[in-house]
C-alpha cells in the first residue's frame, strides 16, 4: 500500500543532485493546510489559538509561515524561546511550558512577554525570585489514576508532568495571594493519539475543573490549554483524527459547562506532531545490500537521522522512488551504518527488490524527527529544505560538516 508524496520521482532526483542524501524536506502547503484545519475545527470558540510545539520541528523558517497562519509558539527551552522571536513570535503569542526549568529561561520568557506554564506549585517562589512574577500563570495539571495516559508518555501518576489536583487549588490561591491577577489551565495527558475522545475527555475535564476553581476560589480561568497529543496516520491503514468531530465534542463540553455560567474562556491546544508530523519525509540512499540469516538494506541515514523507529518501535512507512508500482516481493531490514543493532528504520519489511543507488523516502518524519537527533558515532546531522507552495525548494538548514562537528573541541 503506498502513501501520496507531495513531489514526484524527478523533483527528488533533482533537489537530491543538488543537496545529497540523508536530508529532510518540509511540504510548505502541507504544513500550512494542517494549521488552517486545526483552526477550522475550533472556529466556533470565543478566541483559540494553536501554540505550535517548537520541539517538533525547531527551524525559524517553519515557525515563521505558521506565524503567518496565527499560531504562536510553545517553548521548552531557552534556545526555544530564541527561536520564536528570531521567527518574530513574541508577547502572549508564546508559551513556556515549564519543566525542571532554569531561572535563564524564566528571564527569557518574561522579556518577552511571554505566557508562562508552570510544572510545580514550588516554582512560584523560584519565578518570583529570579525573574519577577508575571501577570498571568498557568498551571500543568496531572490528574494521576483518574485518567489514563498511553504508550508514549505513559501512567499520569507516573509521569514527571505536572501538579496533583490538591496542589493545583493551593497553587493558584498562592499566586494570587503573591499578586497574579491572570490565570491559565493546562494539562497534557497522550501524546500520538488517534481516539478524537481523548481530546474531548480532556477538555470536558479542564472545563470541570475551571468551574470548580471559580466556585470555591473566585478564581477566573481566562485560558485553557488543551495540550497536544493528536496523533497522526503512520501506517497507511490508519484514519486521521476527525478534527470537526473534535471541534464539535469539545463545543458540546464547553457549551454544557459554561452556557450559563458566564465564563467564556479562551482555549489553545499546542500540537506540534499534527502540524508538521505527515508533512516532513527523510529522503535516503540505498548504500548496500547485505545477505546473511536476513535481507538487509543499508542506507546512507542512520538513527541519528530518525531515532523514533530504534527508540520506540515506531512505524515509518518506505517509498523507493520509482518503484511505487512494483510488487513488494522481497523482506528487508532497512538499517543505518551506526555501530547499533536497533539502528534500524524497519525490521522484516516488505518492499521491492532494492539496489544499491535507490532512492527512497522515509514519510511522517516532519515531527521529533531531525529535531531529535544526534552525532553518536560521529554522524552529521542532515540538510533540512522546504519544498514551497509555488514548487521551489528552499535550504532552511545546511548540513552539518566535519568542522561543525570538531567545533566545541578544545585542542591542545
Known amino acids: 500500500m503506498n502513501k501520496p508524496l507531495p513531489f514526484t520521482a524527478a523533483q527528488a532526483r533533482a533537489i537530491v543532485a543538488a543537496h545529497p542524501t540523508p536530508l529532510y524536506l518540509y511540504d510548505e502547503a502541507g504544513i500550512r493546510g494542517a494549521a488552517r484545519a486545526l483552526q477550522a475545527a475550533f472556529a466556533w470558540a470565543p478566541s483559540f489559538r494553536e501554540f505550535f510545539a517548537v520541539k ?25 524561546l530564541l527561536l520564536a522571536e528570531r521567527a518574530g513570535i513574541s508577547g502572549e503569542a508564546v508559551l513556556l511550558t515549564s519543566n525542571n526549568t532554569p531561572a535563564e ?16 506549585v514550588g516554582h512560584l517562589e523560584y519565578l518570583a525570585h529570579h525573574a ?9 495539571y496531572n490528574p494521576g489514576p483518574l485518567r489514563e495516559g498511553n504508550a508514549i508518555i505513559g501512567r499520569p501518576e507516573e509521569a514527571k508532568f505536572g501538579v496533583t489536583r490538591e496542589q493545583l487549588f493551593e497553587g493558584y490561591a498562592a499566586a494570587r495571594a503573591m499578586g497574579v491577577r491572570r490565570f491559565g489551565l493546562h494539562t497534557m495527558i497522550v501524546s500520538n493519539e488517534l481516539d478524537p475522545n481523548s481530546v474531548i475527555a480532556t477538555a ?3 472545563f470541570g475543573l475551571a468551574a470548580e ?23 497507511p491503514e490508519d484514519q486521521p483524527v476527525d478534527l470537526a468531530y473534535v471541534g464539535a465534542g469539545v463545543r458540546a463540553a464547553y457549551e ?24 516532513g519525509y527523510l529522503l535516503a540512499t540505498v548504500r548496500h545490500i547485505k545477505r546473511t540469516y536476513k535481507q538487509y538494506a543499508g542506507l546512507d541515514a542512520t538513527m541519528a537521522n530518525l531515532m523514533r523507529p530504534g527508540m520506540y518501535g515506531a512505524y515509518h512507512h518506505i517509498t523507493v522512488l520509482g518503484k511505487e508500482q512494483e510488487p513488494a516481493t522481497e523482506r528487508y531490514d532497512v538499517t543505518g551504518s551506526l555501530c547499533e543493532n536497533n539502528d534500524k528504520f524497519a ?10 543507488g535507490d532512492l527512497v523516502v522515509i514519510h511522517d518524519a516532519g515531527a521529533h524527527g531531525h529535531a531529535m537527533g544526534f552525532n553518536y558515532n560521529g554522524k552529521l546531522r542532515s540538510a533540512e529544505l522546504l519544498l514551497r507552495a509555488n514548487g521551489e525548494t528552499q535550504l532552511i538548514r545546511r548540513a552539518e560538516t566535519v568542522e561543525d562537528y570538531f567545533a566545541t573541541i578544545v585542542w591542545e
Open 213 to 235: 476553581l471559580k466556585a470555591k476560589l473566585d478564581i477566573s480561568i481566562e485560558l485553557v490549554n488543551l495540550g497536544g497529543g493528536i496523533g497522526i496516520p503512520y501506517r
Open 256 to 279: 454544557a459547562t459554561f452556557g450559563g455560567a458566564g465564563l467564556a474562556p479562551a482555549l489553545a491546544m499546542e500540537c506540534g506532531r499534527l502540524i508538521t508530523g505527515p508533512h
Open 204 to 206: 470536558q475535564l479542564l
Open 105 to 120: 529561561e524564566f528571564v527569557a520568557a518574561r522579556r518577552l512577554g511571554a505566557l508562562i506554564n508552570l510544572d510545580d
Open 132 to 140: 519577577g512574577l508575571p501577570d498571568f500563570i498557568s498551571f500543568r
Open 56 to 80: 517538533a520541528t525547531p527551524n525559524p523558517h517553519i515557525l515563521r509561515l505558521l506565524a503567518e497562519e496565527g499560531c504562536g509558539a510553545d517553548c521548552s527551552s531557552l534556545p526555544e
Open 347 to 356: 525490521i522484516d519489511r516488505e518492499l521491492p527488490p532494492l539496489a544499491p
